[in-house]
């Protein structure tokens, strides 16, 4: 199946999604089942009704956009989710002061993994507090970084 890039799908729906109070920030196909999920955040976080509106307001845009150039599709609206990937630097900004965990490809001042409290992402640096100090990561050394899912 031929599908248009999310980076143009992204742009086409991002004023879509503030109408709604939401923003749109990022999107995935699966192919194999032929699926486009959109996923969606907004302070005090995402529930089903959310979805639901954003899902009703995206429907005839994205007929008009037609991502599937015909084809048939199912379309997905979900939050996040708590462990979530940052990507890019609007996810560290929005998680300033929260508890976040690092996984590094390689060790990094002895450690692959660090958890604390995120301080900064400046200059492609992960900045966060640890109860050994203040460290300071590249990005460029993250094979992931989350929200510490604390249980």
Same mark, same amino acid.
Not at 1 to 13: D, Q
Not at 17 to 34: I, K, P, Q, S
Not at 78 to 89: C, I
Not at 112 to 123: H, I, R, V
């Given at each position: 199946?031929?599908?248009?890039?999310?980076?143009?799908? !992204?742009?086409?729906?991002?004023?879509?999604?503030?109408?709604?109070? !939401?923003?749109?920030?990022?999107?995935?196909?699966?192919?194999?089942?032929?699926?486009?999920?959109?996923?969606?955040?907004?302070?005090?976080?995402?529930?089903?009704? !959310?979805?639901?509106?954003?899902?009703?307001?995206?429907?005839?845009?994205?007929?008009?956009?037609?991502?599937?150039?015909?084809?048939?599709?199912?379309?997905?609206?979900?939050?996040?989710?708590?462990?979530?990937?940052?990507?890019?630097?609007?996810?560290?900004?929005?998680?300033?002061?929260?508890?976040?965990?690092?996984?590094?490809?390689?060790?990094?001042?002895?450690?692959?993994?660090?958890?604390?409290?995120?301080?900064?992402?400046?200059?492609?640096?992960?900045?966060?507090?640890?109860?050994?100090?203040?460290?300071?990561?590249?990005?460029?050394?993250?094979?992931?970084?989350?929200?510490?899912?604390? !249980?």
């Amino acid at each position: 199946m031929k599908v248009k890039p999310v980076s143009e799908i !992204v742009a086409f729906l991002a004023p879509v999604a503030e109408t709604v109070g !939401v923003e749109l920030v990022d999107a995935e196909w699966d192919m194999r089942n032929r699926a486009l999920t959109l996923f969606i955040d907004r302070e005090g976080g995402i529930d089903l009704n !959310v979805c639901e509106a954003f899902h009703r307001a995206v429907d005839g845009p994205l007929e008009e956009l037609d991502p599937t150039f015909g084809e048939a599709y199912t379309l997905n609206c979900s939050s996040l989710g708590l462990d979530r990937p940052f990507k890019k630097e609007k996810d560290f900004l929005r998680h300033i002061g929260e508890k976040i965990e690092v996984r590094l490809y390689a060790p990094f001042e002895g450690s692959k993994y660090y958890e604390g409290e995120l301080l900064s992402f400046e200059g492609g640096n992960v900045r966060l507090q640890t109860e050994k100090g203040e460290r300071e990561i590249p990005f460029a050394k993250c094979a992931k970084v989350c929200l510490l899912i604390e !249980v």
